[in-house]
């Protein structure tokens, strides 16, 4: 199940407000003592985090499906998409000698028997917690009620990525995107997809940009070039995944501006990263846009220009 961007944050006793985690949405299917985390996807997601989540002692059942999200944590225990992204490579130190990932749940579907994707959101939320056991590798995602305003105000001076916001009576609807459940994002942030990339000078030789686009009526709309955000690891990590992609042929339509296309190397349209931003401008383009690193999984064909309603 999938939230709607909206604009704003807003104060309704039906709803229930809890943090936007900055992390890889996984689905852990707890069957006779074994877990089978899945990507949003529908992929192995041991494959990224590895098998943290076994044995699940963490819960007390013998079957459950539940929602959740992996991330990082920094020193301070705030999500950090920068050191999940280097867990994923094996490179995280060991916080407390321990594994690199967290993974925080908010959602129960299934438990024991019973599927819940009928039952209101805060009697599933209900059973999970009570089902959760005592465990560092896993957290409850907690929740306030009705006072979406300050939780936004409390996100914003935590500097997190943002909050969700959830009907509290609403059922879980697979595959869907739903206005009974809405996220409110501090920082925008949105996926793109790499079509190319270009080189430059000094430190920027072998990657000045990438240059980057949504799809749109079935076509890769030019969104912009992202120049920033390179930190040594992530530099590394694009240069050993786009040769490989290469291309004679643009994949835009319509094709970029000549100056935004100089020293372009053009790439299959199969590389989903997260950027953060200032704005859109008003022909479509990305402003001031940092890369933040990949979007594992992602069907390219799934990335559209994200409008807040």
């Known amino acids: 199940m999938n939230a709607t961007l909206v604009a704003a944050p807003f104060d309704d006793p039906e709803w229930l407000f809890e943090v936007k985690w900055d992390g890889f949405r996984v689905e852990a299917i707890v069957d006779k003592g074994r877990v089978r ?3 949003r996807g529908g992929l192995d997601a041991t494959r990224y985090f590895g098998s943290f989540l076994e044995p699940p ?17 920094d020193e301070a225990g ?12 094996g490179r995280a130190p060991d916080a407390g000698g321990g594994q690199p990932f967290l993974y925080v749940v908010f959602d129960l579907l299934h438990l024991d028997g019973r599927s819940l994707l009928a039952e209101p959101l805060e009697d599933r939320r209900r059973l999970l917690a009570k089902a959760l056991r005592h465990d560092p590798r896993v957290r409850f995602s907690d929740h306030i009620e009705g006072a979406g305003v300050s939780a936004f105000a409390a996100a914003k001076e935590r500097r997190l990525e943002g909050i969700m916001a959830k009907n509290r009576h609403s059922p879980y609807e697979p595959g869907r995107r739903t206005l009974t459940w809405q996220k409110i994002k501090i920082r925008p942030e949105q996926e793109l997809v790499v079509g190319g ?7 920027a030789t072998d990657l ?3 240059l980057v686009g949504v799809y749109e009526d079935g076509v890769l709309r030019y969104a912009g070039k992202i120049g920033t955000g390179f930190t040594g690891s992530k530099r590394t990590e694009l240069l050993g995944l786009l040769p490989a992609l ?11 501006p000549r100056a935004a296309a100089r020293n372009a190397h053009w790439v299959r349209p199969e590389l989903v990263i997260r950027a953060e931003f200032a704005s859109w401008t008003t022909d479509g383009l990305v ?9 594992r999984e992602k069907d390219p064909h799934a990335v559209h220009r994200e409008i807040a309603r």
């Open 37 to 39: 985390p899945l990507t």
């Open 57 to 73: 002692t963490w819960i007390a059942a013998k079957q459950a499906i539940v929602d959740g999200e992996v991330i990082a944590v």
């Open 78 to 89: 705030e999500p950090d998409f920068a050191r999940l992204q280097t867990g994923i490579k």
């Open 197 to 203: 990339w270009t080189t430059g000078i000094g430190a």
């Open 208 to 210: 000045a940009a990438l």
């Open 246 to 256: 290469a291309t004679d042929e643009p994949p835009f339509v319509p094709l970029p």
């Open 287 to 295: 402003r001031q846009a940092a890369y933040k690193g990949l979007d």
